[in-house]
């Protein structure tokens, strides 16, 4: 009889020893599938900050463009000079790769043509205002038609 005991004892510690093991696997699954969701996260997140709207690119890179001209060529920045060499100029001042500015003389305003790939995506019209030799660029209006603002 004293044996029989003794086997129903190992065969109890060795239930306890299963559950507890299988237990701590499964909080070990759980801790790593949960910094694995933070990582996902973080990196998920990280591509959304880095994304860059490619209209905004090709704006910042015309508009600093076009800045970077006029305090170059403009001796005393104001409302004259800059007419007079931006009226000098052809018909498109600055190029990003298909997108342009061009000059309009009658609202003597900037049209800004944006293109994204091969195809035509939107117009805008830019003011231009000189306060304390400094040019600002104010966007009036646009549209998502081709030659509207001609």
């Keep these: 009889m004293f044996g029989i005991r003794k086997s129903k004892r190992k065969g109890l510690t060795l239930i306890y020893v299963l559950f507890i093991g299988s237990v701590c696997i499964f909080i070990s699954i759980i801790c790593f599938k949960i910094s694995y969701m933070q990582r996902n996260n973080v990196l998920k997140m990280k591509d959304h900050c880095c994304m860059v709207d490619p209209v905004q690119k090709i704006r910042e890179y015309m508009l600093t463009d076009l800045n970077n ?50 195809d035509f995506y939107k117009e805008e019209l830019y003011k231009y205002i000189v306060r304390d030799n400094e040019v600002f660029f104010n966007c009036l209006d646009y549209s998502f038609r081709k030659g509207e603002f001609d």
């Design 69 to 118: 001209l006029i305090y170059s060529h403009c001796n005393d920045i104001n409302d004259n000079s800059i007419k007079e060499y931006i009226s000098s100029l052809d018909d498109n001042i600055v190029n990003y790769e298909r997108s342009y500015i061009k000059y309009n003389s009658a609202n003597d305003s900037f049209i800004v043509v944006y293109y994204v790939g091969k």
